[in-house]
């Protein structure tokens, strides 16, 4: 069973449930989700104010339970209304957005002198958990308490081999920055996950692979398509070569022939030709690392993506609270005109739903394992 939730997004506390008459959303792994939910007015005992209370972008986040789980929380960022049909539309987005609009400076560098923006956040011989986890906290607080979030962190003091310095004049946001971190070459996947508090309040709870297990993964369930009555429907099978690469220049600090270049390459086949591009990281001079943005592109371009998109009906035992993303769909093909016999091994990156019971997966084989 769902049940809707408006909470205060700083303090992740309820403040009501709701229930709209229409909606839909999508949760991404390690990526920015985002949905919309429309709610008739007037009609209720709550009056104009606490609807615009309940509505206040960014200061309220509409979180989705699905048999006490979350399985969705979307910050309110658009509110537009329908004036003759009292209907009031709510668009959010993903907690990650925020940090498109947050930098690591921590309190002190903020503000104070915009044309000599002081400091830098230096990181030494920590592992890149406790690299996210630095950056993630040095941007949960600033010169003013609005800077909080309800975000539980991994170790930030976790050992490891990776010691960096973040120059603030450069303005590189948080988003930014925990980017870099995922497309380096086996970078950790990231990801914020919604969940309830042990004092029942609405948390995320920031999640960060290993190098030696860089893949966030859930558990594992099988699909088989060749019994009689298979638990998928509207399955498609999608292979994407539009963004296929067989090399990469990155290119970062300096100008002309100061400037910082890394890249890598690969005959990967003799039948596809030569698919070459540069790509910027304008704060980075190791040519090492840029290499390494480099290797880790190709990991991912240099064949045709792979996408298998499934819909199921939720049921008790197969919902969103019991398949998170991440979760490893194993799905069997046989005898199909085009799609090659056996088990596909998957992982969910994605899913989405509306009012309705059905829910919808993309999935892609784990690359780079």
Same mark, same amino acid.
């Given at each position: ?31 920015? +989700? ?21 509505? $206040? ?7 989705? !339970?699905? !048999?006490?789980?979350?399985?969705? &929380?979307? /910050? ?10 009292? $209907?009031?539309? @709510? ?6 957005? /925020? ?5 690591? *400076? +921590? ?54 081999? @990776? ?21 380096? !070459? ?36 099988? *699909?088989?398509?060749?019994v009689r009555d298979p638990k998928l429907f509207d399955v498609t099978y999608d292979e994407d070569a539009t963004d ?6 990155? @290119? ?18 003799a039948t596809t030709p030569a698919l070459d591009v540069v790509q910027r990281n304008k704060a980075e001079a190791n ?5 390494? *943005? ?7 371009? &240099? ?12 049921? &008790? ?15 069997? *093909? ?13 992982? &969910?990156?994605?899913?989405?739903? !509306? ?15």
């Amino acid at each position: 069973m769902r049940t809707y939730w408006i909470c205060d997004t700083r303090s992740g506390a309820k403040l009501a449930q709701v229930m709209p008459s229409a909606g839909s959303f999508k949760r991404v792994l390690c990526g920015s +989700g985002s949905g919309e939910h429309t709610f008739r007015l007037g009609f209720g005992k709550r009056t104009r104010e606490q609807w615009r209370a309940l509505t $206040q972008p960014w200061a309220r986040t509409l979180a989705i !339970d699905e !048999d006490g789980v979350v399985i969705y &929380a979307g /910050i309110i960022a658009k509110r537009p209304y329908k004036w003759k049909v009292w $209907q009031i539309k @709510v668009t959010h987005v993903d907690v990650r957005e /925020i940090f498109r609009r947050r930098f690591p *400076f +921590g309190v002190k560098s903020y503000w104070e002198n915009l044309n000599t923006l002081p400091g830098k956040l230096v990181l030494t011989n920590l592992s890149q958990r406790a690299v996210v986890a630095r950056i993630l906290q040095e941007s949960l607080v600033g010169p003013f308490p609005t800077y909080s979030l309800p975000i539980v962190l991994p170790s930030a003091t976790e050992a490891g081999s @990776v010691t960096v310095t973040y120059e603030n004049y450069l303005l590189r946001t948080t988003f930014d920055l925990l980017e870099d971190i995922q497309n380096m !070459d086996r970078g950790p996947d990231i990801d914020f996950v919604p969940r309830w508090s042990t004092s029942n309040t609405l948390e995320w709870v920031a999640e960060v692979g290993t190098p030696s297990v860089p893949h966030l993964t859930k558990g594992s369930i099988d *699909f088989n398509l060749t019994v009689r009555d298979p638990k998928l429907f509207d399955v498609t099978y999608d292979e994407d070569a539009t963004d296929q690469l067989t090399g990469i220049f990155s @290119v970062g600090t300096g100008s002309e022939v100061d400037m910082a270049v890394g890249g890598d390459g690969m005959g990967y086949s003799a039948t596809t030709p030569a698919l070459d591009v540069v790509q910027r990281n304008k704060a980075e001079a190791n040519p090492d690392i840029l290499a390494s *943005f480099s290797r880790a592109g190709l990991t991912t371009l &240099a064949h045709p993506t792979v996408q298998i998109g499934v819909s199921m009906n939720s049921v &008790a035992e197969r919902n969103l609270a019991t398949m998170p993303v991440g979760t490893m769909l194993r799905i069997n *093909f046989k005898d199909d005109p085009w799609i090659p016999d056996g088990w596909k091994e998957t992982r &969910a990156i994605s899913y989405s739903g !509306d009012m309705s019971k059905k829910v919808s997966f993309e999935t892609q084989p784990l690359v780079g394992a």
